[in-house]
């Protein structure tokens, strides 16, 4: 097996394997990571969540980033939880833009 196949075969197997990351705004400051789990665990696997806090104060600002497992269970939870209600907040649930470098 050559490198060209080697690649082409692990890119295919990849693909769908592939995380999706969730931008969640409109959050409440006292959200906590553990409550966005347990809330986005109900709509697949969770890889990571990322609770965006001030560097200075520490205080969260309000927004989250949520790995989901893949693209059925980001658009599951998407669907789940966009304009969902959580701590009187509707959320505001999308698939993350990438970041852009300044």
Not at 40 to 63: H, L, M, P, S, Y
Not at 69 to 81: G, L, T
């Amino acid at each position: 097996m050559g490198w060209w196949s080697f690649f082409y075969r692990l890119c295919r197997r990849e693909k769908f394997k592939m995380e999706v990351r969730l931008y969640v705004g409109n959050l409440s400051k006292s959200t906590t990571q553990e409550e966005l789990n347990t809330l986005f665990a109900q709509a697949g696997t969770v890889n990571a969540v990322e609770v965006i806090k001030d560097r200075d104060t520490g205080e969260a600002k309000g927004f989250a980033f949520i790995n989901m497992a893949d693209q059925a269970d980001a658009d599951k939870a998407i669907s789940m939880f966009n304009a969902y209600s959580l701590s009187e907040h509707e959320l505001k649930v999308n698939v993350a833009k990438p970041r852009v470098v300044r």
